[in-house]
């Protein structure tokens, strides 16, 4: 497993990671890709800087390009939930380059902008939806945004996204995603809480942990 190729991606994602300039996989994407490809849901312990938004948006990419939505129209197929604005805005654009040989439709929501330029934008129809949980249990409420159709969920940073304050948010926007479905949780740290939500989002999950890719440096200061 020592190319992308190796972990089974489809050329078009294999040409998108070439653009990005990428030559091997790091380790979070060795671990995570070929589980989230096989289906399972993956728990993962990984920081930022380690690549794991490569690590999920890849296989989702690959797994939603190779089985076209049952619908004519474009509905959220998957969603990925992140604390802050910042990483969410971060994400969309890493998926839009990953996706940019594929006819894929992103769309980033958070709160603080106005909420009705995301209404219109969600209206026109999204394949793949990041959003940060307070803006996106607005949308759900005010019935401007359908999860009925998502397939693949991923809880980016989801220390983050507990400390933030955000765990009933969450709570209420999973009563709109279909029970069966894939989830994918990421997480700096494994606190009790971490602990008791994965096990109440996640399913069988496959276990990833890989350590940040500057602690062997902060250990020789
Ligand atoms: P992330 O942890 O997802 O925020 O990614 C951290 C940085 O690593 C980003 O700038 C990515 O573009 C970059 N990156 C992700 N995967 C790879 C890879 N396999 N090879 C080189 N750089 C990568």
Redesign the pocket.
């Known amino acids: 497993m020592n190319t992308f190729a190796d972990l089974g991606l489809s050329d078009k994602i294999l040409r998108a990671v070439t653009d990005?300039g990428?030559?091997?996989?790091?380790p979070i994407?060795a671990q995570a890709i070929p589980p989230v490809l096989e289906g399972r849901d993956v728990l993962a312990a990984a920081q930022?800087?380690?690549?794991?938004?490569?690590g999920f948006t890849l296989p989702i990419l690959h797994k939603l390009s190779e089985n076209p939505s049952r619908n004519n129209r474009r509905v959220v197929r998957s969603l990925v939930m992140t604390p802050t604005r910042e990483l969410a805005a971060q994400i969309k654009a890493n998926i839009d380059e990953y996706g940019s040989h594929l006819d894929f439709k992103s769309l980033v929501v958070f709160g603080g902008v106005g909420i009705n330029p995301q209404i219109n934008k969600l209206r026109a129809g999204v394949d793949m939806l990041v959003a940060t949980p307070g803006r996106l249990l607005d949308l759900c409420q005010q019935r401007a945004c359908d999860l009925s159709n998502v397939e693949i969920l991923v809880l980016d940073e989801a220390d983050r996204m507990l400390d933030m304050g955000f765990i009933n948010d969450i709570k209420k926007v999973m009563n709109y995603i279909p029970k069966k479905r894939q989830t994918l949780l990421f997480s700096a740290t494994f606190s009790k809480e971490i602990k008791t939500i994965a096990k109440q989002f996640l399913t069988n999950p496959v276990t990833v942990e890989v350590a940040a890719q500057n602690t062997t440096a902060e250990r020789v200061e």
Not at 22 to 26: A, G, K, L, R, V
Not at 48 to 54: R, V
């Open positions: 990005k990428y030559e091997i996989p790091s994407q930022t800087g380690t690549g794991k938004t490569a």
